[in-house]
């Protein structure tokens, strides 16, 4: 607990990432293939 109180790395990037790919995982159930829902990912991240 003390570390994060002295440090000033954030982990919310990571935890906003996380978050996009959980709802494009919701909106998405039924995809046909995997390959489409790389693509929407890809897509929404902008990767």
């Not at 919310?12 to 995997?34: A, C, D, P, S, V």
Request: proline share 0%.
């Amino acid at each position: 607990m003390r570390r994060t109180i002295v440090s000033s790395l954030s982990n919310g990037k990571m935890e906003g990432t996380n978050n996009k790919i959980k709802l494009i995982k919701r909106r998405g159930y039924g995809y046909r293939n995997l390959e489409r829902f790389f693509l929407r990912l890809r897509f929404e991240l902008g990767r």
